[in-house]
């Protein structure tokens, strides 16, 4: 039998870091109306940005393995999805300044 892989914590490991962190996010999605889907947001960007969101959100990763982020392209702008267990929504929320709600 294989083992299956145990979720990762919710848990951020940046320590004095993250207030850094969460300003390159707020920056990122500063203007973007937040859409709520299950587990957490999305958010429809410019295309332009796509590199720097894909930078925060491996940098996110980085210390907060439990988020699942989805970039999806749509012509001139692209979709940032933002997941997270329920026990990680209110980290979701400290970063992106908006509190998710599960569907």
Known sequence: ???QPS???VACSLGAGMQGQVDR???L???AEPEVVD???QYLL???VIESAARVAADEQ???PFFAFDLALRGEMFVLAMRTPPEGASMLAE???QLPHTR
């Open 7 to 9: 979720s990762p914590a």
């Open 29 to 31: 999605l500063e203007g």
């Open 62 to 64: 980085a210390c907060c």
């Open 46 to 48: 410019p295309i332009a």
């Open 95 to 97: 970063i992106t300044g």
């Open 39 to 41: 587990g957490g947001l």
């Open 25 to 27: 996010w707020r920056s």
């Open 1 to 3: 039998m294989i083992d």
